[in-house]
């Protein structure tokens, strides 16, 4: 069964092989990836990519990943994906992460569909804590994580080599009394 989570102006859904064209198209720009784990996605990266993650449960097994279609609500078009991740020793915290082609970033999508990310955690899920981590310099990363709520709680300096460098990265949560009591 596909899964299928409105979120305002766009909705959650599971990815199919008809996103991989503009899946790979996104991913492969320099400026999608350059935050990211992934580096430049070629055609047949996706195609593989979607086919494993297809045969992957929402939510997913107890520390492992699932990527969710970000689709636009009123004709289905793929405008990005996010991450969900169960945490293997304790399945009641996740991680999130987002990621949105540029040609629809600056409008408010991703803040709806990462809304609508930690209201399925958090309502649907009743996880208890939600993460992400986001590259200090992800300016755009930083001020989405803070617009839906999500607390800044640590600061890891130079904690990675990624992509050629020692980065630092912030952490944010939210917990799930934190998401009830502002709704």
Excluded at 46 to 53: C, D, H, M, P, S
Excluded at 83 to 104: C, K, S
Aim: aromatic share 10%.
């Amino acid at each position: 069964m596909l899964f299928h989570y409105p979120a305002g102006r766009v909705l959650l859904r599971s990815l199919t092989p008809a996103d991989v064209p503009a899946f790979a198209a996104y991913r492969a720009l320099p400026e999608v990836a350059r935050y990211q784990g992934f580096d430049a996605y070629t055609l047949q990266e996706a195609a593989a990519f979607v086919a494993e993650n297809a045969r992957k449960s929402i939510p997913p097994a107890p520390g492992s990943w699932v990527q969710l279609a970000i689709a636009r609500a009123s004709d289905n078009e793929l405008l990005g994906d996010c991450a969900l991740h169960l945490n293997g020793q304790d399945p009641r915290q996740g991680e999130v992460g987002i990621t949105l082609a540029p040609q629809w970033q600056g409008q408010g999508l991703a803040r709806e569909a990462l809304r609508g990310l930690l209201r399925y955690c958090l309502e649907t899920l009743q996880l208890h804590r939600v993460l992400a981590l986001t590259d200090t310099r992800n300016h755009a990363s930083v001020r989405l994580l803070e617009s839906v709520g999500m607390r800044r709680e640590g600061h890891f300096q130079q904690n990675g080599w990624f992509k050629g460098e020692w980065c630092d990265e912030y952490q944010y949560a939210l917990l799930g009394r934190e998401w009830h009591a502002r709704q």
